[in-house]
T-cell receptor, first 117, second 111 residues
Framework: NAGVMQNPRHLVRRRGQEARLRCSPM?????VYWYRQLPEEGLKFMVY????????ESGMPKERFSAEFPKEGPSILRIQQVVRGDSAAYFC???????????????FGSGTQLSVL | QKEVEQNSGPLSVPEGAIASLNCTYS??????FFWYRQYSGKSPELIMF????GDKEDGRFTAQLNKASQYVSLLIRDSQPSDSATYLC???????????FGAGTRLTVKP
């Protein structure tokens, strides 16, 4: 039973290019969360998705960032026209149902380290 | 004021000692509290969660919650070098979709 799979593990982009980060949740999980982690900082919530729906994108920058979780295939976090400040580790987490106080577990992927040159 | 605050450390304890990690939060609506461990370059993994005031024990780990003081802590007894990692405190609000994380405390257990 594979865990949350993220790829690529490392992604290098030049300023102005596009970055696509992929996340396949655990089998049976239909809820996906994306977090960003800057060096020496905690995880910052970006977006919460269910299959084909964005539920909460309050943590995502209004410009250049978008996320999707199609009916088939992985969730994608897309960053257009990347800038150096986008360099960070991006973690995806999944849960089997909507996260509630009695459904405590978020399962994290290994993350994608984005480096913008 | 940050929503979830932790002492960044580093916190250094000798092997076999008790490591005490602290966390304060600003939102009184917070309902669920979590401790994650993150090794360098790895993903966070859940260690403990607690909802009610008081202590919750799991093996060498004890989580303590005081909602009146908006304070949650993690005690690690008989610390081992393998416990050396960054420990992230996280809180979740009632009905919220996201979990808010602190910046983490780096713990080093010296043999």
């Amino acid at each position: 039973n594979a865990g949350v799979m993220q790829n690529p593990r490392h992604l290098v982009r030049r300023r102005g290019q596009e970055a696509r980060l992929r996340c396949s949740p655990m089998k049976g999980h239909s809820h996906v969360y994306w977090y960003r982690q800057l060096p020496e900082e905690g995880l910052k919530f970006m977006v919460y998705l269910q299959k084909e729906n964005i539920i909460d994108e309050s943590g995502m920058p209004k410009e250049r960032f978008s996320a999707e979780f199609p009916k088939e295939g992985p969730s994608i976090l897309r960053i257009q026209q990347v800038v150096r400040g986008d360099s960070a580790a991006y973690f995806c987490a999944s849960s089997p149902t909507r996260y509630t106080p009695t459904n405590e577990k978020l399962f994290f992927g290994s993350g994608t380290q984005l480096s913008v040159l | 004021q940050k929503e979830v605050e932790q002492n960044s450390g580093p916190l250094s304890v000798p092997e076999g000692a008790i490591a005490s990690l602290n966390c304060t939060y600003s939102d009184r609506g917070s309902q669920s509290f979590f401790w994650y461990r993150q090794y360098s370059g790895k993903s966070p993994e859940l260690i403990m969660f607690i909802y009610s005031n008081g202590d919750k024990e799991d093996g060498r780990f004890t989580a303590q919650l005081n909602k009146a003081s908006q304070y949650v802590s993690l005690l690690i007894r008989d610390s081992q070098p393998s416990d050396s990692a960054t420990y992230l405190c996280a809180v979740k609000n009632v009905g919220g979709n996201d979990m808010r994380f602190g910046a983490g405390t780096r713990l080093t257990v010296k043999p």
